[in-house]
């Protein structure tokens, strides 16, 4: 009696037999498969060119998208780049907050940009940038782990901004290094509800949080002389 063959048993066989089309070579042209892309009828070959075909356009969206990340990286590159050379001529310690907003927004291309600081010293105590922290809004920095980017839900910081309609923004704490506290929150918004969202990295954000707070350590209260 002849075993009946099923799909499985005919793939194993074919799988430890990889010179089984070279010895029966008509079979490839014989051979009737059902295209997904086509819906019609086609050969063994023509499929095979189909999966080639597949795969070489992956191949060529994957190469794009590296392409454009690449750009895209060096873009934001030289942006933190022009950021940073602006806060390295500043002279004033007193000067750094308006400085690294004005730049910050400027080379990012941000439509509004703020900030504020707390224990700062004495001699700074009295500058715009100590202005309207309330308890709740250091308790608020005090709880963000990682930049927050999405939507604006009426966050009392975003008032700093002082503008009438913001979508969407980003709030970073700022922190000495090796340190869980705060000694500040940098804000940024726009009026786009796209512009910042919560599917976006915020790799990059930590970074503009770091250079924020190292800028900004000559103005912190018990930082090193």
Same mark, same amino acid.
């Given at each position: 009696?002849?075993?009946?063959l099923d799909s499985s048993t005919v793939a194993q066989y074919l799988s430890e037999h990889p010179t089984?089309?070279?010895?029966?070579?008509?079979?490839?042209?014989?051979?009737?498969?059902?295209?997904?892309?086509?819906?019609?009828?086609?050969?063994?070959?023509?499929?095979?060119?189909?999966?080639?075909?597949?795969?070489?356009?992956?191949?060529?969206?994957?190469?794009?998208?590296?392409?454009?990340?690449?750009?895209?990286?060096?873009?934001?590159?030289?942006?933190?780049?022009?950021?940073?050379?602006?806060? %390295?001529? =500043?002279?004033?310690?007193? +000067?750094?907050? #308006?400085?690294?907003?004005?730049?910050?927004?400027?080379?990012?291309?941000?439509?509004?940009?703020?900030?504020?600081?707390?224990?700062?010293?004495?001699?700074?105590?009295?500058?715009?940038?100590?202005?309207?922290?309330?308890?709740?809004?250091?308790?608020?920095?005090?709880?963000?782990?990682?930049?927050?980017?999405?939507?604006?839900?009426?966050?009392?910081?975003?008032?700093?901004?002082?503008?009438?309609?913001?979508e969407s923004t980003v709030m970073i704490a700022l922190r000495a290094p090796g340190t869980t506290g705060?000694?500040? %929150?940098? =804000?940024?918004?726009?009026? +786009?509800?796209? #512009?910042?969202?919560?599917?976006?990295?915020?790799?990059?954000?930590?970074?503009?949080?770091?250079?924020?707070?190292?800028?900004?350590?000559?103005?912190?209260?018990?930082?090193?002389?």
């Amino acid at each position: 009696m002849t075993a009946t063959l099923d799909s499985s048993t005919v793939a194993q066989y074919l799988s430890e037999h990889p010179t089984f089309f070279e010895e029966h070579t008509a079979l490839l042209g014989e051979v009737k498969l059902s295209s997904p892309l086509t819906g019609r009828t086609i050969s063994l070959q023509e499929r095979q060119m189909e999966v080639m075909r597949d795969k070489y356009k992956a191949l060529e969206l994957r190469m794009s998208k590296l392409s454009r990340l690449a750009e895209e990286n060096g873009d934001i590159a030289s942006k933190f780049h022009g950021w940073n050379q602006a806060m %390295l001529q =500043v002279r004033n310690d007193a +000067d750094m907050p #308006r400085v690294l907003v004005d730049a910050l927004q400027s080379n990012f291309d941000v439509p509004y940009v703020s900030l504020r600081l707390w224990q700062v010293v004495p001699e700074q105590a009295n500058g715009w940038f100590t202005e309207d922290v309330t308890a709740d809004v250091r308790m608020f920095a005090n709880s963000l782990q990682a930049p927050y980017c999405g939507s604006n839900r009426d966050f009392e910081a975003v008032h700093w901004l002082q503008a009438d309609k913001i979508e969407s923004t980003v709030m970073i704490a700022l922190r000495a290094p090796g340190t869980t506290g705060t000694f500040g %929150l940098l =804000v940024l918004g726009s009026p +786009d509800s796209e #512009r910042f969202t919560s599917s976006m990295g915020t790799d990059f954000l930590v970074h503009i949080g770091a250079t924020a707070s190292a800028a900004l350590a000559a103005l912190r209260a018990g930082a090193p002389a």
